[in-house]
């Protein structure tokens, strides 16, 4: 039978907004490479924004199927719901596949979701968690949640320091935790990943290696992670994976063509690529700074603005940008744009999947981060991994024009470029060799695999 060359079935669930729904889509695609079967199950809202060549997809709802998080606005109601909904057809799912030639024996779930595990140990069946974030970003909340460390975290004064992390600064700290009732509901859900991992079979972390063993290491008895990543498409590391030139998912309409063209005449490494990702809404203030210093830089810039941030461009820029060196675009396929020859710096809200691609691709990046692990992300850019710079805000919260042309400056034409342009690409080098075959990465995955594979006769008389 054409099953008996399947090595498993993982359901892969995540959270569903674009930073969760890409790394855990390209780890089915890992999964279906490797010979396991893998279904993403996703909410029926962004259930269109997903095509993925060998990768099922099967809805679960949130319980606001028409519009997802949009439709009701408020994190804890919104996770409150899903939790509740997204168990029932969860498991449903489950049980559909149960009485299939190809019944699922694990459910890797999003660490937001711990919920998902519940489900996958009442149905007898393995559960691991996927953490979206940093390990050193793990390292800190795990040692929160086991009342190893106490909120607030004021570190004004003295670093915060934990077994296998540099010294953090206030300034280096996940803003939830120095600031625990800014943002309540976000607190509880980073919490919450850590609620019940004792009991999944694995934990996963979108990192490798070489870049954070040692953070890995320093927490791994209450966060024993295997690493797996970087979860990028293949065709930008190891190309093992025909046709996995992209994440298979957007949640907004790219302009990759109009974009690409635009680059093609520019000279190497002459082209500042802009962008805070999906979800950082910057104030009008913030944006008006950027055009300025863009403006004044006199270089060439691609800056993604969202159509809801469009509206705090001054007027002016637009019409500049046109004319000028520049392009401003609504969406756009970022690993193209940072894959390519003309593209020389990454100004970034540096949140973990924007900086792995950075890194990962060899660009050289600005910081500008504006909450929670982003703080965190932008201090390993400029001091660990030395592959770029943080911007500093001012007393207002604010990064103003000079300022962002002194770092432009720094990294495109200044003294230390150079010495970010080669630490970018030892990176990049080190995140292909983990991913490769034989890699780091790629063992750990290996590992699973082949777990899965050994149980999966005991499903349905399977062998």
């Known amino acids: 039978m054409e099953d008996k060359q399947i090595k498993g079935h993982v359901v892969v669930l995540p959270y569903p907004s674009q930073g969760h729904i890409n790394p855990l889509l390209q780890f089915a695609k890992r ?56 168990s029932r057809t969860l498991a449903e799912l489950v049980e559909k596949f149960s009485n299939s030639n190809m019944p699922v024996n694990c459910v890797v779930y999003d660490s937001f979701l711990p919920w998902a595990l519940d489900v996958a140990k009442q149905h007898g069946i393995y559960g691991a968690a996927f953490f979206t974030n940093s390990a050193t970003v793990c390292n800190i909340f795990a040692h929160i949640q086991h009342d190893l460390l106490a909120l607030p975290l004021d570190h004004a004064t003295m670093p915060l320091v934990l077994p296998g992390l540099p010294p953090l600064n206030s300034r280096d700290l996940p803003s939830f935790l120095r600031f625990p009732d800014s943002y309540p509901a976000y607190l509880a859900m980073k919490l919450s990943q850590y609620s019940n991992l004792n009991e999944a079979d694995w934990v996963f972390g979108n990192t490798f290696e070489e870049l954070e063993g040692k953070e890995t290491i320093g927490v791994s008895e209450i966060w024993p992670a295997k690493l797996i990543g970087p979860m990028i498409p293949s065709a930008y590391l190891d190309e093992r994976i025909k046709g996995d030139g992209g994440y298979g998912s957007s949640l907004w309409k790219p302009l990759s063509d109009e974009c690409i063209e635009w680059l093609e005449p520019k000279p190497s490494n002459s082209v500042v690529y802009v962008s805070f990702g999906s979800m950082v809404s910057l104030s009008e203030e913030q944006i008006q700074e950027i055009a300025w210093g863009l403006k004044e830089s006199n270089m060439y810039f691609l800056w993604v603005v969202r159509d809801t941030e ?66 965190t992300d932008a201090k390993f850019v400029e001091e660990i991994w030395e592959i770029g710079v943080r911007a500093e805000e001012d007393e207002e919260g604010v990064v103003r024009k000079d300022e962002l042309m002194r770092c432009l400056m720094e990294v495109m034409e200044g003294e230390r470029s150079k010495e970010m342009k080669r630490n970018a690409k030892k990176w990049r080098d080190s995140a292909k060799r983990a991913i490769d075959e034989g890699g780091s990465s790629d063992k750990c995955i290996n590992e699973f695999v082949e777990h899965l594979m050994a149980s999966y006769h005991n499903f349905n008389g399977h062998c």
């Not at 924004?49 to 199927?65: C, L, N, Q, T, Y």
């Open 31 to 86: 999964l279906a490479s490797k010979g396991v079967k893998a279904t993403l199950a996703t909410t029926h809202y962004t259930l269109h924004s997903i095509s993925a060549p060998h990768i099922g997809v099967e809805p679960i709802s949130d319980g606001f199927d028409q519009g997802g998080f949009s439709q009701v606005g408020d994190v804890d109601f919104y996770l409150k719901s899903f939790r509740v909904h997204g």
């Open 310 to 375: 469009q509206r705090k461009l001054p007027k002016w820029f637009i019409d500049y940008s046109s004319r000028q060196k520049g392009k401003v675009v609504t969406w756009c396929n970022q690993l193209e744009m940072l894959a390519h020859r003309t593209v020389g710096c990454f100004v970034t809200h540096c949140g973990w999947n924007s900086t792995l691609e950075g890194l990962s691709l060899g660009v050289p990046m600005i910081g500008i981060p504006k909450w929670t692990d982003q703080l």
